[in-house]
T-cell receptor, first 116, second 109 residues
């Protein structure tokens, strides 16, 4: 149980285009989803926290107009990287927590974004 | 100083050896996670602890709340255990994970 999927697993896009990444909880209802970014050989950095049906809370330094997060249902959150630039190339990971409380977090497999 | 410190940063072991990874934190917490990240990048949650000890297969995790310290042990290590192991805490007043820097483990056959 408690499986989280991400789609796509990797994506290459041209500079200036937008990319949408999906995060789904497959067998539980995710009241809260977290989006992280990880650069090579570095730890995960929290970008934003989203609760179903409300606006995401962004961490300091994360541009909310660039990284659009939508958590429209209890099983789906999306991260859209708008007007992507090469410096946005990174590994993006989501995690989800549900009815058992926020202490249990289940991670997705990640999406590797390369902007050329 | 980071709120969550792990040691060692890197560890190389021979197959079959007992491995210990340590995590110390300096804040009040409601829970501590041990995570495993394989070279492909995906993260697996190994344990969530708020007290005591948990065991799953060859993995054992312990936490001492008074000393603000947790350990992850791998018994009879195997090359497939090669990964980065990450300690993360949820602070007492919040819901976000604060991560340690990770321990890169390599188990040689």
């Amino acid at each position: 149980g408690a499986v989280v999927s991400q789609h796509p697993s990797w994506v290459i896009c041209k500079s200036g285009t937008s990319v949408k990444i999906e995060c789904r909880s497959l067998d539980f209802q995710a009241t809260t989803m977290f989006w992280y970014r990880q650069f090579p050989k570095q730890s995960l950095m929290l970008m934003a926290t989203s609760n179903e049906g409300s606006k995401a809370t962004y961490e300091q330094g994360v541009e909310k107009d660039k990284f659009l997060i939508n958590h429209a249902s209890l099983t789906l959150s999306t991260l859209t990287v708008t007007s992507a630039h090469p410096e946005d190339s990174s590994f993006y990971i989501c995690s989800a927590s549900g009815a058992t409380g926020f202490r249990e977090q289940y991670f997705g497999p990640g999406t590797r974004l390369t902007v050329t | 100083k980071n709120e969550v410190e792990q040691s060692p940063q890197n560890l190389t072991a021979q197959e079959g050896e007992f491995i210990t990874i340590n995590c110390s934190y300096s804040v009040g917490i409601s829970a501590l996670h041990w995570l495993q990240q394989h070279p492909g990048g995906g993260i697996v949650s190994l344990f969530m602890l708020s007290s005591g000890k948990k065991k799953h297969g060859r993995l054992i995790a312990t936490i001492n709340i008074q000393e603000k310290h947790s350990s992850l042990h791998i018994t009879a290590s195997h090359p497939r255990d090669s990964a980065v192991y990450i300690c993360a805490v949820i602070k007492a007043a919040g819901n976000k994970l604060t991560f340690g820097g990770g321990t890169r483990v390599l188990v040689k056959p």
